[in-house]
């Protein structure tokens, strides 16, 4: 059981370039979560999805999309990448088997975006 | 908006002490806290949680307080270690329309703690 996890782990990326960052689970979680953390900032969440084949904007989702074709995956992309995006991402899933799972969200270990 | 803060952005305590960390919240709406732990290069890892119904929970070295009457939650780490050095961050949940939610939280900027050996 290797919980959330993250690919790539780092990347550096050109102003323009595009990229797909693929988060997975093997918690069977329903919900999943995109979050971007900046320093001083806190976690912001990005988009989100509450199942298979939904998604959902999140506080800031200006310059990304999502897509979960798979109950397991959660990709997050960037068409055209900018320096703003430089960031550290998180992905995280929850379960809603009850009131308290479902807000007890599983991270990721972050994959670590430079944009020049 | 909705927001999250934290009283103090650094906390730097010895071995053995006991660590409040502190966590003030806006939206008397919220109905739900959790407190997470994230160490350097790694995703944020679940403390603990409460509900808006408690004011005390107890885990395994750690409590959480929360005071409605000031919208005001703590994290209590009994006998500090080295080990729980790390930021600290505060989370909060607000119901969506129809009493409804999808788990999305807000979250606080975070506190460093340093345990000094």
């Known amino acids: 059981n290797a919980g959330v996890t993250q690919t790539p782990k780092f990347r550096v990326l050109k102003t323009g370039q595009s990229m797909t960052l693929l988060c997975a689970q093997d918690?069977?979680?329903?919900?999943m979560y995109w979050y971007r953390q900046d320093p001083g900032m806190g976690l912001r969440l990005i988009h989100y999805?509450?199942?298979?084949?939904?998604?959902a904007k999140g506080e800031v989702p200006d310059g990304y999309n999502v897509s979960r074709l798979k109950k397991q995956n959660f990709l997050l992309g960037l068409e055209s990448a900018a320096p703003s995006q430089t960031s550290v991402y998180f992905c995280?899933?929850?379960?809603?088997?009850?009131?308290?799972?479902?807000?007890?969200?599983?991270f990721g270990p972050g994959t670590r975006l430079l944009v020049l | 908006g909705e927001s999250v803060g934290l009283h103090l952005p650094t906390l730097s305590v010895q071995e053995g002490d006991n660590s409040i960390i502190n966590c003030a919240y806006s939206?008397?709406?919220?109905?739900?806290f959790i407190w997470y732990k994230q160490e350097s290069g790694k995703g944020p890892q679940f403390i603990i949680d409460?509900?808006?119904?408690?004011d005390k929970r107890q885990g395994q070295r750690v409590t959480v307080l929360l005071n409605k009457t000031v919208k005001h939650l703590s994290l209590q780490i009994a006998a500090t270690q080295p080990g729980d050095s790390a930021v600290y961050f505060c989370?909060?949940?607000?119901?969506?329309?129809?009493?409804?939610?999808?788990?999305?939280?807000?979250f606080g900027q975070g506190t460093i703690l340093t345990v000094h050996p």
């Open positions: 995280a899933s929850s379960s809603r088997t009850s009131w308290r799972s479902v807000e007890t969200q599983y």
């Open positions: 918690m069977n979680h329903e919900y």
């Open positions: 999805s509450v199942g298979e084949g939904t998604t």
């Open positions: 939206n008397s709406a919220s109905d739900y």
């Open positions: 409460i509900r808006s119904n408690m």
């Open positions: 989370a909060e949940r607000s119901q969506g329309a129809g009493g409804t939610s999808y788990g999305k939280l807000t």
